[in-house]
């Protein structure tokens, strides 16, 4: 990385896993909770793209923050919905990769607008919410039902249902 010492009219060149690191240090502060493990695992998508043994385009690839285009922008976002994420992931990580790169702007460290290339997706009413909800009166019927039988009782179903109760976890993140 140049140092921003060596000439103060220019921004240091910055590696992705770096800036993505001092976006997340920077801002972690102003967030709640699990926000900027959030952030981490949306941008570890974009690196995987942008870091991935194949170039981008017929390029070198990317090495830096300085060699973020709006086509690569572009590229990532097709790749992006070409996965297997639902909708409402694919938005999320979108608008999340799309406050980095203004985060970078801000930081001189990529052309002004370049977040612009980033469109997210627009979702149904359906796609915004799930309805896949077990509500809390179900919740509570079948803790009794599995607190109660002698043959589920302590079993990995009834162990799962209460973490689940407990957390109030999402199923992505019981897999």
Request: net charge negative; charged share 30%; hydrophobic share 35%.
């Amino acid at each position: 990385m140049n140092s921003p010492r060596d000439n103060p009219n220019q921004s240091p060149d910055v590696n992705i896993p770096d800036a993505v690191d001092a976006f997340i240090l920077r801002n972690q502060m102003n967030w709640n909770g699990e926000t900027a493990r959030t952030y981490r695992k949306s941008l570890d998508t974009f690196e995987e793209f942008i870091l991935d043994d194949e170039p981008v385009d017929d390029d070198e690839g990317v090495d830096s923050v300085s060699d973020i285009e709006r086509w690569i922008l572009g590229q990532y976002q097709d790749w992006l919905v070409e996965q297997d994420y639902a909708a409402a992931t694919v938005q999320s990580k979108q608008k999340q990769d799309r406050r980095w790169v203004k985060w970078l702007e801000s930081q001189g460290l990529v052309e002004v607008g370049l977040h612009l290339a980033i469109q997210p997706i627009q979702l149904s009413d359906e796609e915004q919410t799930s309805s896949d909800i077990l509500e809390p009166d179900q919740i509570k019927k079948y803790l009794t039902y599995y607190r109660n039988s002698p043959r589920w009782r302590g079993s990995r179903r009834h162990a799962l249902l209460e973490v689940i109760a407990h957390t109030a976890a999402r199923r992505s993140g019981i897999r």
